[in-house]
């Protein structure tokens, strides 16, 4: 995606691999449409440029393409068809019981809304640990170059990165042992 902006051009080519990893882990793994909503979150991009303070755009990347990505599950997943429903229900494992497969599938919820509380939280305590857990556990971004996107020295994500997780310990510890306890 080349324009006449050569600084939109260069965030383009900096952000699209992180862009893309976002929309395909929160689309399902689906890289069909993790591509569209990388296309659409540029194009958002694009549109709103002028109006973007520079130093939040990896973030808004980000926000935008996860939003785009969750809303696309939750769009498919109300468009199951009877017959894709029925093939479906012919394809659960028949060595776990129903009851299995359901509480199963609640603990992973649960995990899920457990992970999605301790990020919008550690948002919100702070956004620049938030920004680094982001890029390195949840984008897979080496340390090294997630330093450089923050524009900061690896040591100091490093220790960035070990408050986050002493904090997150120490509120969601309890909570987070409890649910995986019961498994």
């Known amino acids: 995606m080349f324009t006449g902006n050569r600084e939109f051009n260069e965030i383009y080519e900096q952000y699209k691999n992180l862009v893309l990893k976002a929309a395909y ?3 399902g793994d689906n890289s069909d449409v993790a591509e569209d909503i990388t296309q659409d979150t540029f ?3 694009y549109v709103n440029f002028e109006e973007l303070k520079r130093g939040n755009i990896p973030s808004w990347l980000f926000t ?3 939003n785009e990505a ?3 599950r939750k769009k498919s997943q109300r468009e199951i068809l009877v017959g894709e429903q029925e093939e479906m229900e012919h394809s659960l494992p028949t060595c776990e019981s129903a009851e299995e497969n359901y509480l199963k599938n ?3 919820e649960d995990n ?3 992970h999605e509380k301790i990020f919008s939280e550690l948002l919100v305590k702070n956004r620049r640990w938030h920004d680094a857990i982001l890029l390195v ?3 897979d971004i080496p340390q090294a170059k997630a330093a450089e996107m923050l524009g900061m020295r690896t040591q100091a994500l490093h220790t960035m ?3 986050a997780k002493k904090w997150i310990r120490k509120k969601y510890g309890v909570e987070y042992e409890e649910m995986n306890r019961k498994e």
């Open 25 to 27: 882990m929160y689309s």
């Open 43 to 45: 194009l958002k991009l």
């Open 64 to 66: 935008t393409a996860k």
């Open 70 to 72: 969750l809303n696309f």
């Open 106 to 108: 609640e603990r992973k």
């Open 112 to 114: 899920g809304r457990l």
């Open 137 to 139: 556990y949840y984008m």
């Open 161 to 163: 990165l070990h408050r």
